[in-house]
């Protein structure tokens, strides 16, 4: 049976009154209000009165014709119901309601009611207030007017069935509303704090409840001059669609007493709700007076105390949601390249600023997010790249004093900023330091090696894996070769193979105790990459990278050198090699040079006007090194001097470490403090052996 028609089947002779009235206002200026109201507002303000009335439940009915069109919806509660006997304190009133001096109940502008007009033509108010039952209605042509029957006690229009509440019938819709999920949706963001807050009231629509949208409850309590507050910090996911942020202080029974806008209420992406209940709210009143001179109010000591308290609470969820903000638009910033590209730095240098970079990113988004979020992508950039630049400049301390004239940051603000600064520049020395550290050990570690074991060094997989891990001792433009590619690596090999004696040992390869027997069984290594890189012109060439790294038992000699020029003879006549765009660099790397070799040294003081360590051929084509690991290991200290000589160092502590701890330690697999422990327990049971000397 159609609602209508149920009121209808009524009997007219339990009505016993008439009533009619009309608004302060005209239909003209109603309808002004409700110019930019959709369709959907309607039955949210009528469920808000529902709320307003106490109700418990309030749920919203749809019905669709015979074509399945909607064609009325009702809300309907089990709240206080409608009052007739003081009908103008209700429907009489525009823009001002009974219910203004309640800060607990939503429509105090007593206007809500007829937003009903942008969906339906009608509407009808079946109500039951203290066993009386009413009925009203107002229509959209005359939104002014309102009229309405009452009914003798214990009669009833039939249309509520709980003893007291209101059914609001719009008919005939003639707009429409949402798809169910988005007003579940659209009613979520509505009423959710309130469904949150109160959990005995409950909202239904067209017979799906009405859940609180996505949140985060922080839940503590406070104790000020002997009573407790409870704090309830509600931080929404979302803009909720007509709940500011707000503090609001409740009573223990959960009656909001007070409320004020929350000093976090503007914050871009930040919503948040904050209840606080207490005992000491009961007596809360909205000043003192003769009748309540005891009154607790919010000019009071304790509420004042309670509020900067809830404040520092409410900044820590802030700036807690504002780290976990702030990764998220540097993921933005990085996938739009609004940071700067340290590829042309070495890898250390590069680590550093990329990190210190985005640290100083996150601290200024935390202090002040308005700086960064309303930039344009390009803007954006240059502000990044200026901080960066500034930051490694002889006015880095200038960063603060920039940005404390540029932000709007209150004195806290400014102290926050200050500290956050000042660490980012120590983690940042830190953070260097250790890095150096890192490589400062293997530094040493390798020199180890190559002068007390170089003898004992046999196995492939013992030097490999620590070349393929400190590619960066070969200077800048080897910190980052990439993984072996399988193809080119067996090119490579294959060419190698083609020159004559490459794998063999003769007895003037070998130098300090060394045996060819010895040696012959430690393999060359052999590490082959190709990357590509523009040129000068920017244009993309192909680079190869070899290096030859001789057993450690061998001192390089002029028969290598030969095998070299041989080696890069043979890559000349390979067309793998032969596209234009080919550049190589063989880079032939031994533990030491020998001591009667003269053809090295005279190569190395040919192009030694260069200033390129190591650089005995430099062409269109190719560039040659020849190294050996004193040189290597001694030109990272040079250019790291300054630093180094500041670090605690723990040279001594390797020494009389065994051969195998280092090369373990050199693959990965045992971290620096393990080492030096072990290093310093052999150091108790035996006499340290002297280093062996250094040769070039």
Do not use: C
Request: aromatic letters at 8%.
């Amino acid at each position: 049976m159609r609602v209508g028609d149920r009121a209808g089947n009524q009997t007219r002779r339990a009505v016993v009154a008439n009533f009619q009235g009309t608004t302060q206002i005209g239909v003209a200026g109603i309808k002004k209000h409700f110019v930019r109201t959709e369709p959907p507002q309607a039955v949210i303000e009528l469920v808000w009165n529902g709320f307003d009335a106490q109700a418990p439940h309030v749920e919203v009915e749809l019905a669709y014709n015979d074509l399945e069109q909607l064609s009325s919806v009702s809300v309907i509660d089990d709240g206080e119901g409608i009052d007739v006997a003081n009908i103008d304190d209700n429907f009489g009133r525009f823009n001002e309601s009974a219910k203004q001096e309640d800060v607990t109940l939503h429509g105090f502008n007593g206007r809500g009611r007829l937003a009903f007009h942008r969906l339906a033509d009608r509407a009808t108010w079946y109500t039951q207030h203290k066993g009386r039952a009413a009925t009203i209605v107002v229509t959209g042509a005359n939104l002014e007017r309102f009229s309405g029957d009452t009914w003798e006690a214990g009669q009833s229009h039939g249309m509520v069935a709980t003893g007291s509440g209101t059914r609001v019938l719009l008919d005939p819709v003639r707009a429409a509303l949402p798809e169910p999920k988005d007003m579940l949706k659209l009613l979520s963001t509505e009423f959710g704090w309130y469904l949150l807050l109160n959990p005995d009231r409950h909202l239904t629509y067209d017979g799906t409840p009405v859940s609180a949208p996505a949140h985060e409850l922080i839940d503590s309590s406070i104790l000020v001059d002997g009573d407790d507050f409870r704090v309830r910090i509600i931080r929404w996911h979302e803009r909720l669609a007509s709940e500011k942020s707000y503090v609001y202080l409740q009573n223990s029974s959960g009656k909001t007493v007070f409320h004020k806008l929350s000093s976090h209420n503007n914050k871009p992406g930040f919503f948040v709700s904050v209840y606080i209940q207490s005992p000491w709210a009961d007596s809360f009143a909205p000043e003192q007076d003769l009748l309540n001179p005891d009154a607790a109010t919010a000019e009071s000591k304790t509420w004042k105390a309670v509020d900067r308290l809830v404040v520092g609470k409410v900044r820590e969820v802030y700036e807690a949601f504002l780290r976990e903000h702030v990764e998220r638009e540097i993921r933005k910033y990085e996938s739009e390249g609004s940071f700067p590209d340290f590829s042309e730095l070495p890898e250390i240098d590069a680590e550093w600023r990329s990190r210190n970079i985005r640290h100083i990113v996150r601290t200024v988004y935390v202090a002040d997010p308005s700086l960064f979020g309303p930039l344009p992508k390009k803007q954006r950039s240059v502000l990044i790249r200026l901080l960066d630049r500034l930051s490694v400049s002889n006015e880095n301390d200038a960063i603060f004093d920039v940005l404390k004239g540029v932000l709007d940051l209150d004195a806290g603000a400014v102290k926050r900023l200050a500290s956050h600064l000042e660490r980012t520049t120590f983690d940042s020395i830190v953070g260097t330091i250790e890095a150096l550290q890192k490589r400062q050990t293997a530094v040493d570690q390798i020199r180890q090696l190559m002068r007390v074991h170089y003898k004992e060094v046999r196995e492939t997989p013992d030097l490999q894996k620590i070349i393929e891990l400190n590619t960066w001792l070969f200077g800048p433009q080897f910190e980052t070769l990439g993984a072996e590619e399988t193809t080119f690596t067996e090119i490579a090999r294959r060419l190698r193979s083609k020159i004559r004696e490459i794998d063999n040992v003769t007895g003037e390869d070998v130098e300090d105790d060394a045996t060819v027997e010895v040696s012959q069984r430690q393999p060359d290594l052999f590490l082959v990459r190709k990357l590509p890189m523009p040129d000068s012109l920017g244009r993309m060439q192909n680079r190869w990278v070899i290096i030859e790294i001789k057993r450690p038992g061998v001192a390089l000699n002029y028969r290598h050198l030969r095998q070299v020029d041989d080696y890069i003879r043979i890559i000349e006549g390979d067309p793998e090699f032969a596209a234009e765009q080919t550049r190589v660099e063989l880079v032939l790397v031994g533990r030491k040079i020998s001591s009667a070799d003269t053809e090295i040294r005279s190569r190395l003081k040919q192009v030694a006007d260069r200033g390129v360590p190591g650089l005995i051929r430099q062409d269109e084509r190719f560039t040659v090194f020849v190294l050996n690991w004193e040189t290597i290991l001694a030109g990272f200290e040079l250019t790291n001097e300054y630093l180094l000589k500041h670090l605690r160092l723990k040279r001594a502590e390797l020494e009389g470490t065994s051969m195998d701890q280092l090369v373990h330690a050199l693959s990965g697999g045992l971290d620096e403090s393990a080492l030096l422990s072990a290093g310093a327990v052999r150091k108790t049971v035996r006499k340290r052996k002297p280093l062996a000397p250094v040769s070039h």
